[in-house]
């Protein structure tokens, strides 16, 4: 069957253990997470996971039984099969130096990337997008000197219920 | 009412109607014990944690109640795993407290301090940390709700000892905790389904498993049965939910189940299989396993449906409730089963029956380990509730002992666990004390716990054992000379113990039966009296477990052993 990246979202009872009992279950049963990102929702007591993993629909269908079965799991959704909306983001630190000061600046604005620090040593920019937005995005900072690098997770979010 | 961690504990087990419990004390559950000894709840001390679990894992079996038991912090908590993993592969409601060092140590690698929770997360429903004592109260009765509701598990609570010391308000009627509790749904549409195939089918057949029992669904499965004329073949953990002396009963399925229930589910158009996991322990090969056949699954756990075997309706629901929706739903459209192909296919079946029936040979002056269960069913008239340890004797019991009621047998299906029988049997004994209750056990086996025969002692709690003693690993063996050309590596168990000497060491009745003819008088001494006994019966020692599916092979490719068995 065919395997492809699921984009799976979990409500969970904001319980101590409740990402190890959720990280668990799928590395117990053989299962890789790909991609997570977890924060409290609107309510303090309820945060939501999204998660990227990949398999057949069946595989993920028993991912998702796996994960109803959790007392502190409120509801599973794969966003997969409905429209979404994805994003990403990256928070990147560029050393400046004499060569490559003028080409940065010249990059940030024309990518509008959002400048978060910026000093003479160095300069940090925020990038949002979806996964192919940002790879294309680090591609080119990259040959621009790439200090340091941190990546969320992917987050999901369905248009409609 | 202000009250200390430990008085709540007790307070509310009293509430949630505990009875019982089995454990064993140590320095995080001084403070416990000390509660304990002022409170009038029976305790059982058992002489190594992992027979606590078992004893109330049996207890639990045996009475559908959440079993209970105790245990201190460190060795303490990590002995009760393989106890709380066996119940987790069954799915019986436990609650097992384990002591924790003082929340300010924790992570200190304090002395008899581990990671239990951690350690469990992988083969309990849930578990739980207590970390102030405003949750204690509401987490233990959230701990019974989740042991006993939808698919029924093991739950841990592990408590800090400072925890356990401090004092609270407490109050029962504020008590709040989340319900889990799943209403059931019908689904007219699918029971509309069933009926359409159950109208097509001429072959069809029930799998019964460990779900109607846990489900409490014996009547209804037995009545659709019965009513419908439709032949009934069940796992290992379903012993019992469907009456073994039926002539609609096939007997187990499966690795070592009778050749014609294996060629029914191999032969049959339509299969309801009830509160069944389909492990590969029953399936054999996935491929072939009911190949001809329209399947239907009703099971309370949506992770069950398709993960094996994949169906044709999948009914999410508890046993109970959806097969009495069934019966409802097929006598309102007035289902008659058309009686001429009903009985070619129960004549097909019986033919099968006949051709190759369960049976074994006793002959000459070696016993034969199966003429001992017989005997037992006999001499008990079926009225007994055995456990089993793991292995021959586990087959052969399921294979000739005639369960009739639900929760009569008490064995290890899942994990499989050696040692499970001996303790599992004093927890349904503390439960059912005027019923004869026996161990049927591997010389291997018994020796994993057999420190609890000084639990059975010292309270009298009148186990008896019947020991299949044939100075094997049996089953290993078994494999060893099927597939491994007779190689017995590290099998020999001739070196052990005489057991009626360890028995009268222990403070317990022993006795031994050497020759068949002798069997039924042990039998009858061991069975008559109100004391622990362990009867060993020096069996033939390389008698095979038979029919057997080799691993690999469809469930329809049995082995049956030499011709004078067939016979």
């Not at chain 2, 002959?363 to 008239?381: A, D, F, M, R, W």
């Not at chain 2, 020999?492 to 008088?521: C, H, N, Q, W």
Request: charged content about 20%; some cysteine.
């Amino acid at each position: 069957m065919e395997k492809k990246a699921h984009v799976i979202s979990i409500l969970v009872h904001n319980k101590p253990d409740v990402l190890a009992r959720i990280a668990g279950t799928l590395g117990g049963k053989g299962y890789n997470i790909d991609s997570l990102c977890v924060n409290t929702t609107t309510q303090n007591d309820i945060s939501k996971i999204v998660m990227t993993t990949a398999g057949s629909q069946a595989t993920i269908t028993r991912i998702e039984n796996q994960l109803q079965r959790l007392v502190d799991v409120i509801s599973v959704d794969d966003l997969t099969n409905v429209e979404s909306i994805y994003r990403e983001m990256v928070l990147v630190r560029l050393n400046l130096t004499a060569q490559n000061s003028e080409p940065v600046k010249k990059a940030i604005d024309m990518n509008k990337w959002k400048v978060i620090v910026s000093g003479d040593k160095y300069v940090i920019v925020e990038i949002t997008g979806d996964k192919t937005q940002i790879d294309f995005s680090l591609a080119r900072l990259e040959s621009l000197g790439i200090t340091d690098i941190t990546r969320t997770g992917l987050i999901a979010l369905k248009l409609e219920d | 009412m202000k009250l200390k961690g430990t008085q709540i504990l007790l307070e509310v087990l009293k509430e949630e109607n505990v009875d019982i419990i089995f454990g064993y004390p140590g320095g995080t559950v001084l403070d416990i014990y000390d509660q304990l000894y002022k409170s009038d709840l029976k305790h059982i001390l058992v002489r190594h944690e992992q027979g606590a679990v078992h004893a109330a894992d049996g207890y639990a079996r045996a009475t559908g109640k959440v079993g209970v038991c105790l245990v201190t912090s460190g060795p303490g908590a990590t002995n009760t795993v393989t106890g709380i993993a066996t119940a987790n592969m069954d799915s019986i409601p436990l609650v097992v407290f384990t002591g924790q060092v003082p929340t300010g140590l924790i992570g200190n690698d304090a002395f008899q301090e581990c990671d239990i929770t951690g350690i469990t997360r992988p083969c309990t429903k849930h578990n739980f940390l207590v970390r102030n004592i405003e949750e204690l109260a509401s987490t233990i009765k959230e701990a019974f709700h989740i042991a006993r509701s939808g698919r029924p598990g093991p739950v841990l609570v592990d408590l800090p000892k400072d925890v356990m010391a401090t004092q609270t308000d407490y109050d029962p009627a504020n008590v709040k905790f989340r319900n889990y509790e799943v209403a059931h749904k019908p689904a007219p549409k699918k029971m509309a389904k069933v009926f359409d195939m159950l109208q097509a089918a001429k072959k069809p057949l029930i799998i019964t498993g460990g779900g109607v029992i846990l489900g409490k669904a014996s009547e209804e499965l037995t009545h659709l049965s019965r009513k419908y004329q439709i032949p009934v073949t069940g796992t290992l953990m379903s012993l019992g939910s469907f009456p073994g002396s039926d002539a609609l009963w096939l007997g187990m399925l499966g690795m070592h189940g009778t050749y014609y229930a294996n060629m029914a589910v191999s032969h049959c158009d339509f299969l309801l299989a009830v509160g069944v996991r389909f492990d590969d322990r029953v399936t054999g090969t996935i491929e072939t396993f009911a190949a001809n056949a329209k399947i239907v699954h009703i099971d309370i756990d949506p992770s069950s449906i398709n993960k094996n075997v994949t169906v044709d309706l999948p009914i999410i629901g508890d046993t109970k409730a959806t097969l009495k929706d069934l019966l409802r739903f097929l006598e309102e459209h007035h289902y008659a089963q058309d009686a001429a192909s009903r009985k070619t296919w129960l004549d097909e079946i019986d033919e099968w029956r006949e051709r190759v029936p369960l049976t074994y040979c006793q002959n000459g002056e070696v016993i034969k380990p199966q003429y001992v269960i017989e005997t037992l069913h006999k001499l008990t008239c079926g009225d007994a509730l055995i456990t089993t340890e793991v292995g021959q004797n586990q087959m052969w019991t399921a294979q000739f002992f005639q369960f009739d009621r639900p929760n009569s047998f008490i064995s290890s299906g899942g994990l499989g666990t050696m040692g499970f029988g001996l303790p599992a049997a004093i927890g349904v004994k503390c439960a059912f004390p005027d019923k004869h209750v026996v161990d049927i056990a591997g010389d291997g086996s018994i020796q994993m716990n057999i420190q609890e025969l000084a639990t059975a002692a010292q309270y009298n709690i009148a186990v008896k054992i019947v020991l299949l003693n044939n100075g094997y690993l049996g089953m290993v063996r078994q494999w060893q000379e099927l597939f491994y050309e007779k190689r017995y590596s590290h099998t020999d168990m001739t070196y052990a113990p005489d057991f009626v000497k360890l028995a009268e060491a222990f403070g317990i009745i022993g006795l031994r039966a050497t020759k068949p003819s002798e069997v039924e008088a042990v039998l009858k001494q061991g069975l008559s009296v109100n004391k622990p006994v362990l009867m060993d019966f020096r069996v033939s020692r390389e008698e095979c477990v038979y029919p057997m599916v080799r691993p690999g092979e469809s469930i329809s490719q049995m082995t049956l052993g030499s011709r004078e068995m067939i016979n």
